[in-house]
């Protein structure tokens, strides 16, 4: 039976992940299932799935969990290193689907124990890149993509050879705002972008698609994972989501992933890697589709694609300023401190204003990812803060 984790069980790729993993519930171990804040939704899932262990974020929530998990034989623990913890369980495949810089380090532990991660998080190859590839290369560890784009990109690569790749393109739904006029932007609320026309997602990915954070960080994550570089990664706007990337190769032909928008097909395709199964998404009636359409994306409606190109020149700690920075920003917005086109200005001062201590070689370990992960969020707040006055 394999031994499997689901890291950030109670969101929405971690219910999408549960759900396939529930038509076939024989075929699988469950060792650990974790969530942030919610206990009733985690201490549900671990009444259903009862894995060895369930384990909350919130260090506070401990009594709750136990309480809720009494009598069913599940373990109750909670707080960040108990979720670090849990990934050091053996274990032969893991869904890496927590929100934010959080899920770095249980990846990397599930790494070092030469366990395949399925990676939604992101933000783990968008802080430390270089130390997490360099993690699983040195112990025989697999990084199987679960963002739909690189899931794309990794089928559509399926047997090439590398060297034949001349450009990558990730495509952007354009999220909430793609048809809103530029100017009303700067006065777009929280609820206006967490509506996203295609994607149902988590409210951070979704508010982070209007602002096109989300794809800023897939263009790094592309260059990360497959090792592509910058000048090959491009960004096409494609509204109905149904394209989810091409890989452009040496003889002008581009190999394009088509599907319904629904992640159980990324996730799918790396539970059952490197096999096909057949998974319960919609079948594409493209007659009925009729068409598909692609537009550029503007770099200066966007700036947060400009930022990325920026954050990929300068390298070294970069990224985990930039993705740090961009939490807290999104934090602010959420919170009603600053507004939708200030989070841009937010990333990119606090990028300007720590250039100094990005600086540094690659890879950068663990502890000085986490350094500068907290003096970028440090200096966001600065920055809000100054906003504010
Ligand atoms: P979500 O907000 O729905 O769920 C996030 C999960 O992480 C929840 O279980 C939450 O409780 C947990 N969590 C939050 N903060 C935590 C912390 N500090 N420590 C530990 N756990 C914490 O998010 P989501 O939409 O499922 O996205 C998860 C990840 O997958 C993100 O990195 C996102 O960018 C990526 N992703 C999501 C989608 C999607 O369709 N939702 C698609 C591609 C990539
Ligand atoms: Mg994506």
């Not at 994306?297 to 020149?313: F, N």
Request: aromatic share 4%; hydrophobic share 50%; glycine share 8%.
């Amino acid at each position: 039976m394999r031994r499997i984790s689901v890291f950030g069980a109670t969101g929405s790729v971690g219910a999408s992940t549960l759900d396939l993993i529930r038509r076939d519930r024989d075929a699988y171990h469950i060792v650990a299932l974790t969530g942030g804040r919610n206990v009733d939704a985690l201490a549900k899932l671990a009444r259903e799935f009862m894995p060895e262990i369930a384990v909350v974020a919130d260090a506070d929530l401990q009594d709750d969990l136990s309480t809720a998990l009494d009598g069913c034989g599940v373990e109750a623990a909670s707080g960040r290193s108990a979720i670090v913890e849990a990934a050091t369980r053996p274990i032969d495949w893991v869904m890496s689907a927590i929100v934010g810089a959080a899920g770095l380090e249980p990846g990397l532990r599930a790494l070092e124990q030469g366990a395949t991660l399925a990676l939604a998080n992101k933000e783990t190859l968008v802080a430390a890149g270089p130390l997490v590839m360099a993690t699983a290369r040195d112990n025989g560890a697999t990084i199987l993509p679960v963002d739909s784009e690189h899931s794309a990109v990794f089928q559509a690569l399926r047997g090439e050879d590398p060297a034949s790749v001349e450009r990558v393109i990730i495509t952007a739904s354009g999220g909430a705002f793609r048809d809103w006029p530029a100017e009303k932007l700067a006065n777009a609320t929280v609820a206006d972008a967490s509506k996203h026309p295609n994607w149902e997602m988590g409210q951070r990915i979704t508010i982070d698609s209007a602002s096109m954070f989300n794809k800023a960080l897939e263009v790094i994550e592309t260059r990360e994972f497959f090792g592509i570089d910058p000048g090959r990664i491009e960004v096409l706007v494609h509204p109905e989501s149904l394209v989810h990337a091409l890989v452009g190769f040496s003889d002008g032909a581009l190999m394009a992933h088509v599907g319904p928008p629904d992640m159980r097909h990324a996730i799918g395709h790396a539970l059952h890697w490197p096999d096909r199964r057949a998974l319960p998404v919609e079948r594409l009636d493209l007659a009925a589709i009729g068409s598909l359409s692609f537009r550029a994306a503007d770099e200066a409606r966007w700036p947060a694609l400009r930022l990325a190109r920026e954050v990929m020149a300068a390298g070294g700690g970069a990224g985990a300023i930039f993705n740090a920075a961009k939490e807290q920003a999104l934090d602010g917005f959420i919170a009603g401190r600053i507004g939708f086109a200030d989070m841009a200005t937010v990333v990119e001062t606090a990028l300007e204003n720590l250039h100094s201590i990005s600086d540094t070689a690659s890879p950068l370990g663990l502890e000085a990812v986490m350094v500068l992960d907290q003096r970028a969020r440090q200096e966001a707040q600065r920055v809000m803060d100054a906003f504010e006055q």
